[in-house]
Nanobody
Framework: QVQLVESGGGLVQPGGSLRLSCAAS????????MYWYRQAPGKERELVAS????????NYADSVKGRFTISRDNFKHNVYLQMNSLKIEDTAMYYC??????????WGQGTQVTVSS
C-alpha cells in the first residue's frame, strides 16, 4: 500500500524549532523526489521544500530559506523537515508529497504546526 504518514507537528513559540517526519511505504522511495507543502487557513497550499531521490539537490521557498532544512534517509524511507526560527506565519498544516511514475500523486494526512506565543 502506497502511503505517506507525517508526524512531529505541534505548538511552538516564535523562534522555536520543530522537526517534521514523513514515513513512506509501498514504493521505491529512493527513486522519487519528495516534497513538503503547507496550507494555512484561507490560503492556497504552497510548496515549502523539495529533495531529489539521493538528496543531492534541495530547493526551498523564499519564505523559509535559511530557516528550514529538508533531508531524507533512504534506508528508513523517511523524509524530514527541520524548521528553525519559526514565525507565526509558519502556522499551517504541513503535508508530505510525491508523484509516482504512474502519474499518481500521493499525499499524507498532514501534521499541524502552530506557532504562537
Amino acid at each position: 500500500q502506497v502511503q505517506l504518514v507525517e508526524s512531529g507537528g505541534g505548538l511552538v513559540q516564535p523562534g522555536g524549532s520543530l522537526r517534521l517526519s514523513c514515513a513512506a511505504s509501498g514504493f521505491s522511495f529512493h527513486l522519487y523526489v519528495m516534497y513538503w507543502y503547507r496550507q494555512a487557513p484561507g490560503k492556497e497550499r504552497e510548496l515549502v521544500a523539495s529533495i531529489t531521490g539521493y538528496g543531492d539537490t534541495t530547493n526551498y521557498a523564499d519564505s523559509v530559506k535559511g530557516r528550514f532544512t529538508i533531508s531524507r534517509d533512504n534506508f528508513k524511507h523517511n523524509v524530514y523537515l527541520q524548521m528553525n526560527s519559526l514565525k507565526i506565519e509558519d502556522t499551517a498544516m504541513y503535508y508530505c508529497n510525491t508523484w509516482l511514475t504512474t502519474g499518481r500523486n500521493i499525499w499524507g494526512q498532514g501534521t499541524q504546526v502552530t506557532v504562537s506565543s
